[in-house]
């Protein structure tokens, strides 16, 4: 059995707090090509530079009915990041990197990938009394996997994950949650300071609709079009049409701490069916509560339309 690290309520509380002004080191987890939001959250990170200080993009796995299983879904993500470093003339070496190809087959084992040792790496590098954080925005296989290799760096990350729902949503095991609930289970039960963005009841409100990005992006610039044709892929029908741009709720909120209420309370246990339950004696953790949709879109667009 793994041994974490143990941190006290004062420093998980102070690891939380993410700090309103300076620049933050970053690294993002992302299963681009399993939706059209991550594309927004990647983008918006990449030209948030005097925010965010970008460490690498890790490709992680996904399985719906964009992908044959896991692995494929994984290495159709690192595709699609690449595709986003190449509009913006980013040299991808040693900046993006494979994630996990399946998900955890229990608690105790890690999965080896590349994605799991560049947080590694990039973690030990980050000096004391400084954090580095994890923004996931998919399944949490390549972070679950980096903290068990290495639990030491659980003294040295803050995991900011948009994952699970709200605690009073009736279903938990959302689509980031169901796709590898172990590693679900090992972030909660890790001790690593965690900020939890849910995706039902919190960022599902995160939304946008085709006229707004036809008026807002439409005709600005190549990336700006991309993103627009995207999103109206996605559906066949735009009328009365809306769709949530869910994963933006992480960079935003790293942007901006303010654009978002939160608490910290007790994290709950995870079980095997990806179900909440609750323990007051347990460590905390601080969840997402609400976060200001227009002021994050505004930004977001802003930084988009400016691009050159």
Known sequence: MITFPKLTDCEILQKTQVPAEGKLNVFLDTDTYNEID????????????????????????????????????????????????????????????????????????????????????????TPEGQQLYVAGIGACTNIASAIMKAPEIIRRITVVWLGG?????????????????????????????????????????????????????????????????????????????????????AIGYLVNPAWAESKTCPAPLISETGRYSFDPRRHLMRSLLSMDRDAIFKDMFQKLREYK
């Open 165 to 249: 729902n709200t605690f009073d949503w009736p279903e938990s095991a959302e689509f980031n949650l169901s796709q590898d609930i172990l590693a679900g289970s090992v972030l909660f039960q890790s001790g690593v300071p965690l900020i939890q963005a849910p995706a039902f009841g919190v960022t599902g409100f995160l939304t946008t609709t085709v006229p707004e990005l036809e008026a807002c992006l439409g005709g600005v610039n190549p990336i700006c079009d991309y993103l627009v044709e995207n999103v109206k892929s996605y559906s066949g029908d735009h009328f009365a049409w809306s769709k949530a741009i869910w994963d933006v709720g």
């Open 38 to 125: 991550d594309q927004f959250a990647i983008l918006y990170a990449m030209l948030s530079p005097e925010r965010i200080c970008l460490k690498g993009i890790n490709a992680a796995l996904f399985f719906n009915g964009r992908s044959d299983g896991p692995a494929d879904g994984m290495e159709k993500s690192y595709q699609e990041i690449l595709k986003i470093m190449k509009f913006l003339g980013k040299d991808p070496t040693g900046f993006v990197y494979r994630g996990c190809t399946q998900p955890l087959a229990d608690r105790n084992t890690p999965r080896e990938s590349e994605a799991c040792d560049a947080i590694i790496a990039e973690a030990m590098k």
